[in-house]
């Protein structure tokens, strides 16, 4: 399966951004869907995620309340509304899909899948 993030850009503390995740080779529908971000001298850490029948979604803590995860199944795009960015949440930006089911999707390690990343800067 292939990965296309994409959504990315600058913009203001405060403002949104939708990224986006379209998957092709097998339909994301199959899939639980993750996200991560790697900012500059820091590792990947986790963002967000939802199941496969997008019936749970999962958030660091960072981020709960503010990013909201979704999925298009009809269009094999899943997608995370981002708002009230702050300039910690300036990273490139993962999304990622496993392999299996029942594994901890908010771990790195149970990652299969990952698009190429999709830069998000904020100004203050």
């Known amino acids: 399966v292939q990965l296309q993030a994409s959504g990315g850009g600058l913009v203001q503390a405060g403002g949104s951004l939708r990224l986006s995740c379209t998957a092709s080779?097998?339909?994301?529908?199959?899939?639980?869907m993750g996200w991560f971000r790697q900012a500059p001298k820091k590792g990947r850490e986790f963002v967000a995620a939802?199941?496969?029948?997008?019936?749970?979604?999962y958030y660091a803590e960072a981020v709960a309340g503010r990013f909201t995860i979704s999925r298009a199944n009809a269009k094999n795009t899943v997608h995370l509304q981002m708002n009230s960015l702050e300039s910690e949440d300036a990273a490139v930006y993962y999304c990622?899909?496993?392999?299996?089911?029942?594994?901890?999707?908010?771990?790195?390690?149970?990652?299969?899948?990952w698009g190429q990343g999709t830069q998000v800067t904020v100004s203050s």
């Open positions: 990622a899909a496993p392999e299996v089911y029942g594994i901890d999707l908010t771990q790195e390690s149970s990652y299969t899948h």
């Open positions: 080779g097998r339909t994301s529908k199959d899939y639980a």
């Open positions: 939802t199941t496969w029948s997008g019936r749970k979604s």
